[in-house]
């Protein structure tokens, strides 16, 4: 991942109500979900709900199908996982006995500086 996309992803994600979308998509899994049950379960209206949609959209962080009439909207998890790698591909400075799942573990960094000392 490029780190202007990173930027306009993590961009997307600061801000509440689209956070709430994205982790409800992420949620709802491949399938996704229709516009009209995200806001129904968020509580947005439809225009401010089209405005953050369009903006994670822009993100390349969910997509859209048409089924009919209705527009049903899933999370990019290959944008997801590009994020999550780029944002912890150094993580605890390059050791990977200090990283587990893509999450830092400063313990375990420690312990591998620690037994590199003796």
Request: a neutral charge; glycine letters at 10%; one cysteine or more.
């Amino acid at each position: 991942m490029e780190k202007s996309d990173a930027v306009a992803a993590l961009s997307a994600l600061a801000q509440d109500s689209r956070l709430d979308v994205f982790r409800l998509l992420v949620q709802a899994g491949p399938d996704g979900m229709p516009a009209g049950h995200i806001g129904e379960r968020l509580g947005l209206p439809s225009a401010t709900l089209s405005f953050h949609l369009n903006q994670l959209r822009q993100a390349g962080l969910v997509t859209f199908r048409r089924e009919g009439r209705s527009l049903i909207y899933m999370a990019e998890y290959a944008a997801m996982n590009a994020l999550l790698g780029y944002l912890t591909e150094n993580c605890c400075q390059g050791a990977p006995t200090g990283c587990a799942a893509g999450i830092c573990d400063s313990s375990a960094l420690i312990e591998a500086k620690e037994g590199r000392r003796q």
